[in-house]
């Protein structure tokens, strides 16, 4: 079976983590404060701060901003659930605005309709690796006194008319074992506001700066340096491993001929954390799901229910018209994009798509 992702994982992580465990320094220290530098040099932000998940970095970076009760924020329907549920954790309330049906990202045409006197953030979703399109988000955001935190889970190393995305605004990234770059678990926010960012350092840290000295309500939201130094190593390989999705995405792109291949924007640098198809009206998605498994292709459904259509969602914003984003979570299926994708694999991959 050809999974639908596979962690990369060399002599080097294996290295790296050996190196930790000898050391008998084994919590947030010396390696978490290395992958910051990393995460920040990367996305030219002044500061990054690492943390347990890349859930607890979007509750964070809410919470440093200042974000609770009587507040609304505007994102995605169509996104792994914790972007929406980081804004309940908060307090706040999510509005939720349909998406570009090429992209599957949030469609900045729809989002100034949506704002009301108690908007006070965007949450943009750069789905799949494919950034969102910051130039009218950011735009928008700076007319209405808009915070934007970019949800760039899936988005590591991706650019958009050259900058990184997580630098536009407060950004917010997953070191989840799937992830391009990942550290078995974690999380980073990267940003350019300093007092932010030592909030941030402060609520993952049971609200201490100094030990025993704490200064506000808190949480256990931090990272081991086991963790860090995967995600170092890791940041080694990012621009060849970067590179290889992209050639398997460009092969696959070139020869799918059964289903509607996925956009990539000329003005992005896509890194295809997902290679996204939409399935044609004349098949089924879940026999195709079925018939690719008996071919022994992996895949994977990034999303089957848009996120207005769980209950706990559902009871507060109520039934929302978002047709795109319903549509797509009807369509969509992922298929294997992952570095070590062998030739023969994609051939395997073309040959048993285009069979269907």
Known sequence: MIPISKPSI??????AVMEVLESGMLAQGQKTEALERQFAELCGTQCAVATSSGTTALHLALLAHGLGPGDDVITSPFTFVASTNSILFVGASPVLVDIEPDTFNLDPSLIEAAITPRTKAILPVHLYGHPCDMAPIMKIAEAHNLAVIEDAAQAVGARYQGAPAGGFGTGVFSLYATKNVMAAEGGMITTNDPELAERC?????????LRYQHEMLGYNFRISDLHAAIGLAQFERL???????RSNAKFLSANLTRVQVPAARPNVDH???QYTVRVPADLERDQVVDQLR???????????VPVHKYPHIRQLVGDPSLPVAERAAEQVVSLPVHPLLSDEDLAKIVASVNAL
């Open 10 to 15: 060399t002599e080097a992580e294996k290295k």
């Open 201 to 209: 350092r402060m609520l993952r840290n049971h609200g201490m700066r």
């Open 239 to 245: 621009e060849s491993l970067t590179g290889r999705r």
């Open 271 to 273: 890194v295809w954390h």
């Open 294 to 304: 008996q071919a022994g292709v992996g895949t994977g459904v990034f999303y089957p």
